[in-house]
Each structure stands twice: as C-alpha cells, then as structure tokens.
C-alpha cells in the first residue's frame, strides 16, 4: 500500500495517452494514493510522455527539472512513447527513479512498492515486438467529455513515425468489453465519449494483434444501438480506413457526432509516396466529397505535417492549393522532426528549419480561415452544444454537435448540459 502517499501526474501527447493517464490515476488511487495537481508538491510524480516530435522529448526533460526545483526528494516516473523508444536515455536525467516501458505502465502500483529515491533509475521495459495483450483505458477528468480507448498499437510503417515501435502492433479491445466500459462511463454522468485508438479503424485484432472478424464498422454499429451515452465522436481514422459504411452510419445516427478528423499528412502524391502513406491525394478528395455530399454540415478536421525531407517549394505549394480545394474546416499541423530509426532520415534533400516553420505559419493562418468560414457559413443555425463546466472569466465554452466552439456568459446549471444553441 502507498501509506497514505500523495501522487501527481501530467500528460503529454494525444488524447490516447490522456485515457491511460486517468487508468493509471484510477490504479494509483486504488492503492491508497491520494491524486494533487502537477504543480503542488507531492511525494511521487508521474509523467506520461510523448515521442512523436522533438518538442515532446524536451518538454519531458523540462518537467523533471521543474520537479526537482519544487519537490527534490520526489520520486520521478517515467511512462509513455518516449519511455519506451529511449529508456536509458531517460534513466540518464537527474532525477528520474523509475523508466515504465509500454508493457509495464499498468503495473505501475507494483513497481512503486520497493523504489526509493536517491538510487540509479530503474528501468523496466521490453522489446516492442514481445508487447501482447490490450489495457482498456479511459479518462474521467471531466464528466462532460471522456476519452476511451478502444485500439492501441499500429502495423503501418510510415517513413517518419516511431509509433509502431513505442506502441507495438496493432490489437484492440473487443466490441463486448468497449460496451461495458461505456456503460461505466454512462454511469458517472458523462454525456460525451471520443473513441480513441493510435489507428482506431484497424480495430478488430486481439491482444497478440491476430484478426478476431469484428471491425470498426460493427463496432459501431453495437455502439449505436446502446443507451446510456448522449454523444460520440471518432478521432483521427486514416483515409483508407474511412469507408463509406461508417459515413452512412454518422449521416444516419443522431449519436455520432457530424465531425470527423482525417489525417492528410501531404497534399502532394510525390511526399505521400516517400511518407509510405496507404493513399493518395485523390482518394482523400473522394472521401472529402462522400462526407460533405452525405452530411453537408460535417466538421472535417486534418493532421498535415511541414517540411518533410524532399518537400520543394512546389510541394509545398501544391499541399496549399489542394487543402485551399477541400471542403474541410480545419488543420492540426506539425512541423516535420527528425526522428531516430525512421526510414525519413535517408530521404533528401533536407528542408532548413526555418523554412519548415514557415511553412508552418502558413498553414496555420489558412487553417484559422477555413475554420472562421465553417463557423460563419452556420451563423443564424440552431445547433446542440454540450457545455463544459469550467468558468474562465465569467465564460463558459461549449461545442456543436459539429464542433463549432461556442462562448457564453458562465452559468453554472448549464455544466454538462445540451442546449439548444442558435449560432
């Protein structure tokens, strides 16, 4: 047991990592550890890591040394992607006590009992290619909205991910235990769930990532047909993962939300070539089309990366042309890193920095515009917007069930609430 101990947590990356941080939080606290917030002082401090850009791998190494200004003789853990890719790496910073690879961020309590501080890291991980077995997770931080993991893992080798190699291959939950996750979820009140996964549509593999014959598709399908939930959301799916099924099913279900985020990654077929991405241009265009044609009204979201080796100014030029084309509404983008161990860091030539950023800054600009046109061209429309609880200078905000965020004066009856919103 944790005799009483206090333990503080922080997560960086994707809402998959949030999901197991709440699990991880959920075990802690079952162990008679009590929960404080990252910037109080606590006896044990736990961070859930991110390795998909440089950026992450720093801002890891900046928290450590935040925790050993605020509480020295802390214990430090290390969980997550970066853990996993880069142990001894990890184990080398001041203060670090304990590095979790993949297989052993749920054993956490265990691993807890005979660490003390002081001591060279420990480290406790395996080869990725011996992971097996899948940790349903989900997050509770919030009653309005919660994250579940339903798939983890990925068997695609894009040329600049390291995600197979920090999450292992491809496996999920199964559609009976998602259904009793949800109805725990429903129990605490939320009226929102995200289904998460590191690529959601290749669901239906079990825990040693063998084909068990249900998919996304069915798995949606027993979800629709489930009470309990108000509204869903899908989170990033891959293009070619995005049938025409489960578009049918979101035009036609007034549970799933009109709101889907596609990642594009390049519009030029020359860099989705060298990315070893499972499309093309066209195809994304077609799915863009099916989505708008079925559902007019649909949120479309997507992930672009910038200065990837080999982008020219043409490239560019060309992502820029066709995104200005599409019927979308707005764009998460990343500026490419390089990252150890991918097939990218032998693709020339290399796009200077500086350029990559610029690039950046464009696409963020006309990603502001496309989402300003999608929020105006609804101006006068009555939507549904479930409204969070927080109170930021006597606002609240809220989303439409197509995810058009919404600011109003704070009323606190109207936590968790949906309301009928007229835009």
């Given at each position: 047991m944790s005799n009483g101990r206090t333990v503080a947590l922080h997560t960086l990356g994707c809402k998959l990592n949030y999901s197991e941080t709440s699990a991880v939080e959920r075990l802690l606290q079952n162990d008679g550890f009590t929960t404080k917030d990252f910037t109080d002082k606590a006896d044990v401090?736990?961070?859930?890591?991110?390795?998909?850009?440089?950026?992450?791998?720093?801002?890891?190494?900046?928290?450590?040394?935040?925790?050993?200004?605020?509480?020295?003789?802390?214990?430090?853990?290390?969980?997550?992607?970066?853990?996993?890719?880069?142990?001894?790496?990890?184990?080398?910073i001041p203060g670090?006590?304990?590095?979790?690879?993949?297989?052993?961020?749920?054993?956490?309590?265990?691993?807890?009992?005979?660490?003390?501080?002081?001591d060279s890291a420990k480290i406790c991980s395996c080869e990725i290619e011996d992971i097996e077995g899948f940790h349903s997770s989900f997050s509770l931080n919030s009653r309005t909205r919660t994250f579940l993991k339903v798939q983890d893992g990925c068997d695609y080798n894009c040329s600049f991910c390291t995600i197979p190699m920090a999450r292992g291959k491809s496996r999920s939950n199964s559609t009976e235990n998602v259904l009793s996750e949800i109805k725990k979820i429903a129990g605490q009140g939320?009226?929102?769930?995200?289904?998460?996964?590191?690529?959601?549509?290749?669901?239906?593999?079990?825990?040693s990532g063998q084909k068990t014959g249900e998919n996304f598709y069915s798995l949606l399908q027993k979800i629709d047909g489930f009470d309990g939930v108000s509204r869903y959301r899908i989170?990033?799916?891959?293009?070619?993962?995005?049938?025409?099924?489960?578009?049918?099913?979101?035009?036609?279900?007034?549970?799933?939300?009109?709101?889907?985020?596609?990642?594009?990654?390049?519009?030029?077929?020359?860099?989705?070539?060298?990315?070893?991405?499972?499309y093309r241009r066209e195809l994304y265009a077609e799915k863009v089309r099916v989505i708008k044609s079925l559902i007019p009204d649909c949120c479309i979201g997507v992930d672009v990366i910038t200065g990837f080796p080999g982008e020219t100014d043409e490239d560019f030029e060309e992502t820029v042309d066709f995104?200005?084309?599409?019927?979308?509404?707005?764009?998460?983008?990343?500026?490419?890193?390089?990252?150890d161990n991918t097939h990218a860091l032998s693709i020339a030539p290399v796009v200077p920095v500086h350029t990559r950023h610029e690039r950046t800054k464009i696409l963020r600009s006309l990603s502001y515009k496309k989402m300003q046109q999608f929020s105006r061209s609804h101006a006068g429309q009555t939507r549904k917007v479930l409204f969070e609880g927080q109170n930021k200078i006597g606002m609240m905000e809220g989303f439409t069930d197509n995810y058009i965020k919404i600011s109003v004066p704070y009323k606190e009856e109207w936590t968790n609430k949906i309301i009928e919103w007229k835009i």
């Open positions: 401090y736990v961070i859930n890591t991110c390795s998909v850009t440089e950026n992450a791998d720093k801002e890891c190494r900046q928290l450590v040394r935040r925790v050993q200004r605020k509480a020295p003789e802390a214990l430090v853990v290390i969980m997550g992607c970066y853990a996993q890719l880069k142990p001894k790496e990890i184990a080398e670090v006590d304990l590095v979790l690879g993949a297989s052993e961020k749920f054993n956490i309590t265990s691993h807890l009992k005979d660490l003390t501080h002081g939320v009226k929102e769930i995200v289904l998460t996964g590191i690529n959601l549509g290749d669901f239906g593999k079990d825990g989170s990033s799916i891959e293009p070619n993962l995005l049938t025409e099924g489960i578009i049918n099913l979101v035009a036609q279900s007034p549970k799933f939300m009109p709101h889907f985020h596609i990642p594009l990654q390049s519009g030029s077929n020359k860099i989705l070539g060298l990315m070893r991405r499972r995104l200005n084309s599409l019927d979308v509404s707005y764009f998460h983008v990343f500026t490419y890193s390089e990252r």
